[in-house]
């Protein structure tokens, strides 16, 4: 089982930061990426920002500059990936999903493909 627990969302201003942080726990074997998608009223989710177990980071183009994705490995069972948004806009405002990719071990020590994704976090940009 592995667990992804999402904290700080929340409504701010336009122009406005937010920190947004996800602690991925449990059974994982190893991490590929983890990162942040959204997904906006009436639209498709989409990848805001992502970063691999190298450390190479990947944005979307309309949050480049202002959101910075960084992780943290408290020990093997625990991960933290937190995006901090900056200069936040009108447009910014959708439900934040975080996601691991990797593996992860069974009952019996089985490795397992891992796509893990928290509830999601209300971010509203409203002036």
């Known amino acids: 089982q592995v667990q992804l627990a999402e904290s700080g969302g929340g409504s701010v201003q336009p122009g406005g930061s937010l920190r947004l942080s996800c602690a991925a726990s449990?059974?994982?074997?190893?991490?590929?990426?983890m990162g942040w998608y959204r997904q906006a009223p009436g639209k498709q989710r989409e990848l805001v920002a992502t970063?691999?177990?190298?450390?190479?980071?990947?944005?979307?183009d309309s949050v480049k500059g202002r959101f910075t994705v960084s992780t943290i490995s408290r020990d093997n069972a625990k991960r933290t990936v937190d995006l901090q948004m900056n200069s936040l806009k009108l447009e910014d405002t959708a439900v934040y999903y975080c996601?691991?990719?990797?593996?992860?071990?069974?009952?019996?020590?089985?490795?397992?493909?891992?796509?893990?994704w928290g509830q999601g976090t209300l971010v509203t940009v409203t002036s």
């Open positions: 996601n691991v990719q990797g593996l992860y071990s069974d009952d019996y020590g089985r490795p397992g493909a891992l796509d893990a």
């Open positions: 970063v691999d177990s190298g450390g190479i980071t990947n944005y979307a």
């Open positions: 449990g059974s994982i074997a190893s991490i590929y990426t």
